[in-house]
């Protein structure tokens, strides 16, 4: 396998990562578990190191400029999310015009991660789609 290959694959396990620990942060909000909400936050963080990685060795493999933007808008969501739940702390969901802003900034970097999964083939764009559509109705849900 080479290198792109290796990039491709590493893409999609990432967006099934991302994907799956949002699952699984929404279903302890359900549960109301805080703590263990918090620390898969935390964890969906660390999701940033490998995302630089893929922006960075992008242009040797000639992605179109929707990568660079998926992967940007991901990037974007996840500052963002630092930003406001755990370094600022503020409490944000209380106000419409920011919680819109979020849920379009959560959408749009999520839904490109799709994208950076289907580099891989369609073998690992499919699962990555129902990720996220189950990603989609927990969100819904557990809002």
Same mark, same amino acid.
Do not use: C
């Given at each position: 396998? !080479? ?26 909000? +359900? #549960?109301?578990? $805080? ?9 969906? #963080? ?9 922006? &960075?060795?992008? $242009? ?13 808008? #991901? +990037? ?6 630092? +930003? +406001? *739940?755990?370094?600022?702390?503020? *409490? ?6 920011? /919680?819109? &802003?979020?849920?379009? /900034?959560?959408?749009? !970097?999520?839904? !490109?991660?799709? !994208?950076?999964?289907?580099? &891989? ?8 789609? /129902?990720?996220?559509?189950? #990603? ?8």
């Amino acid at each position: 396998m !080479g290198l792109r290959e290796k990039a491709n694959v590493l893409g999609a396990v990432l967006a099934y990562a991302i994907f799956i620990t949002i699952i699984l942060i929404f279903i302890v909000r +359900l #549960m109301r578990r $805080p703590a263990l909400e918090h620390g898969l936050g935390q964890a969906l #963080m660390i999701a940033a190191v490998p995302l630089v990685y893929l922006l &960075a060795v992008a $242009p040797s493999f000639r992605r179109p400029a929707i990568y660079y933007v998926q992967i940007g808008l #991901m +990037l974007a969501f996840l500052l963002a999310e630092f +930003l +406001l *739940d755990y370094v600022l702390k503020i *409490d944000f969901r209380s106000t419409r015009w920011m /919680v819109i &802003a979020y849920v379009m /900034v959560f959408f749009s !970097g999520t839904g !490109g991660m799709i !994208g950076v999964a289907s580099q &891989a083939g369609r073998a690992w764009t499919v699962p990555a789609i /129902v990720l996220f559509l189950v #990603m989609t109705a927990l969100a819904f849900i557990q809002r």
